[in-house]
């Protein structure tokens, strides 16, 4: 027996589908369902090793040849923006998020479920209005015009992850939240 990658449930090691979710389980062969599902881990995964080894290259350059990249600090500053929000929304869609569910608990399975779709209901729409803010950030950054100093590349696509990540959290919550509500109705 293993568990889904999407909502953590039993699954059997035959299974092709989640019982609870119903996600495609990844198989043995490649899939480009598993391959867009595991993208933003991915990116992540790029996106820290690069702040590693500009970090790192940093050091060597100070601390040997008494210079250093003159985008290096910017640069890092903003792959921690998208390591943050791409982990954050990979932790949402493994159901892996920091959560307080002592009123779930406390409560009966049948009342537990109505106050895990209360807390879905209020994590959504918390999610709805940091996505919102997100991109008004965002478009005033883009108004500005202001660009970084690496590649002369515009400050807001480099910020564009904020509202993208918490676009991600706010779905994969409310998905996690619909799919526990009907499989908590079926127990």
């Known amino acids: 027996m293993t568990t889904c990658p ?3 449930a039993p699954v059997e090691e035959n ?3 989640c019982p ?7 198989e043995t ?3 480009w369902v598993v391959l867009v599902r595991n993208l933003d881990m991915a990116i992540a995964a790029v996106c820290l090793t690069a702040m590693i080894l500009v970090v790192l290259g940093q050091i060597i350059l100070r601390n040997f040849f008494h210079s250093g990249l003159s985008f290096g600090d910017e640069l890092v500053r903003h792959l921690v923006l ?4 791409l982990g954050a929304g990979v932790a949402a869609r493994e159901n892996r998020h920091i959560r307080i569910d002592v009123m779930a608990r406390v409560f009966s399975p049948r009342v537990g479920r109505y106050v895990d779709a209360v807390v879905t209901v209020f994590s959504t729409a918390i999610g709805l209005v940091l ?4 991109f008004a950030f965002v ?5 500005d015009g202001i660009t970084l100093t690496m590649f002369n590349l515009p400050v807001w696509i480099a910020q564009a992850i904020i509202p993208a990540g918490y676009l ?15 499989h908590r109705g079926k127990e």
């Open 20 to 26: 609870m979710c119903h996600a495609v389980l990844a």
């Open 82 to 85: 998208w390591v943050v929000f």
């Open 15 to 17: 299974d092709k589908t």
């Open 168 to 182: 991600l959290i706010t779905v994969y919550l409310a998905f996690s939240g619909v799919v526990s509500f009907i």
């Open 131 to 134: 996505t919102y803010a997100a």
């Open 139 to 143: 478009r005033e950054e883009y108004r």
């Open 6 to 8: 999407s909502c953590s």
């Open 29 to 31: 062969r490649f899939s």
